[in-house]
């Protein structure tokens, strides 16, 4: 069992930058690969990037690809997102999952197959205003 709390959230301004953690329970942890979604309201959830077991692959959304970075610290067990660059789009709440699967020579695609994470968090609000 996994227990996840996303936290870092909040108001920003167009061009600004925010980093989320997702604060991880259980000794498991390391084991998991880690993905960020989001939601915007009236949207369907979509994936924005997610990092192997290891921290040693990436993968991300195109529409994040370069404003956006994962990375993961399995010491602590927590993953980040450190958004730069931010846009009204970016509006959404933000949610980490954890994939029992290593995951890392794999696609962004596949990444972004939400069954395939079994555990969610409760999620944190990311609001960029122009």
């Known amino acids: 069992q996994v227990q996840l709390v996303e936290s870092g959230g909040g108001l920003v301004q167009v061009g600004g930058s925010l980093r989320l953690s997702c604060a991880a329970s259980?000794?498991?942890?390391?084991?998991?690969?880690m993905g960020w979604f989001r939601q915007a309201p009236g949207k369907e959830r979509e994936f924005v990037a997610a990092?192997?077991?290891?921290?040693?692959?990436?993968y991300y959304a195109d529409s994040v690809k370069g404003r956006f970075t994962i990375s993961r610290d399995n010491a602590k067990n927590t993953v980040y997102l450190q958004m730069n660059s931010l846009k009204p789009e970016d509006t959404a709440v933000y949610y980490c999952a954890a994939d029992p699967g290593r995951r890392e020579k794999t696609t962004a695609q596949a990444m972004g197959v939400m069954t395939r994470y079994d555990y969610w968090g409760q999620g944190t609000q990311v609001t960029v205003s122009s």
């Open positions: 259980g000794r498991t942890f390391s084991s998991y690969a």
């Open positions: 990092i192997s077991w290891s921290g040693g692959s990436t």
